[in-house]
């Protein structure tokens, strides 16, 4: 049973950076396709970026340009770098690592 726990999360004003980081346990991280998610108040959950095992990376429209996922499979870790920063960015960002495995999410909070 895999097992996600996000960190990472806070209040940034428009513009800034946060790192977010989701540390996986009890699997086999380096073979997992690994995603964020984010779910704004009253909106449906969304993807925003996804990594593969071998790397390959995929990216909202919404934050291409602005959004880095990587991961660390010497970790189990993987991070989304977020940077310019807009008010629409608020969410609770969900880990996932698919067969409906998520993490607890954290609050992004960016004050318009």
């Known amino acids: 049973q895999v097992r996600l726990v996000e960190s990472g999360g806070g209040l940034v004003q428009a513009g800034g950076s946060l790192r977010l980081s989701c540390a996986a346990s009890g699997g086999i991280f380096s073979t997992k396709t690994m995603a964020w998610h984010r779910q704004a108040p009253g909106k449906q959950r969304e993807l925003v970026a996804w990594v593969t095992s071998g790397g390959t990376t995929m990216y909202a429209d919404s934050v291409k340009g602005r959004f880095t996922i990587s991961r660390d499979n010497s970790k189990n870790t993987v991070y989304l770098q977020m940077s310019s920063l807009k008010p629409e960015d608020t969410a609770v960002y969900y880990c996932?690592?698919?067969?409906?495995?998520w993490g607890q999410g954290t609050q992004v909070t960016v004050p318009s």
């Open positions: 996932y690592a698919g067969f409906g495995t």
